[in-house]
């Protein structure tokens, strides 16, 4: 059975920081792409940063580049996402994907995702 297993949100204040942590389980992990996306209420999902396999290659969206940095711990089948100078424009619920990197990493399993709130 596939498990991803998002903690780490929360409310804090613009400025600050946080660190998601997405927990994998029941799919050949190494060999997936890992990625977080948000969505806002009315708008659409966007993807927010992805990581190849073996944690050497790295995507980021344009909002959150040299704020957030996506890693992953291979030897604990989790993926993290560190999010500094967050932004009330961050505010979102924040969701795990993995995609197996032989089909482009096509996301094909979900977590339930974790709702992080910024106030100004």
């Known amino acids: 059975q596939v498990q991803l297993v998002e903690s780490g949100g929360g409310s804090i204040q613009a400025g600050g920081s946080l660190r998601l942590s997405c927990a994998a389980s029941?799919?050949?992990?190494?060999?997936?792409?890992m990625g977080w996306f948000r969505q806002a209420p009315e708008k659409e999902r966007e993807r927010v940063a992805t990581?190849?396999?073996?944690?050497?290659?790295?995507y980021y969206a344009d909002s959150v580049k040299g704020r957030f940095t996506i890693s992953r711990d291979n030897a604990k089948n989790t993926v993290y996402l560190q999010m500094n100078s967050l932004k009330p424009e961050d505010t979102a619920t924040y969701y795990c994907?993995?995609?197996?990197?032989?089909?482009?990493?096509?996301?094909?399993?979900w977590g339930q995702g974790t709702q992080v709130t910024v106030s100004s």
């Open positions: 029941g799919y050949a992990y190494l060999t997936y792409c």
């Open positions: 990581i190849y396999t073996a944690g050497l290659s790295t």
């Open positions: 994907a993995a995609g197996p990197l032989a089909r482009g990493c096509e996301y094909n399993y």
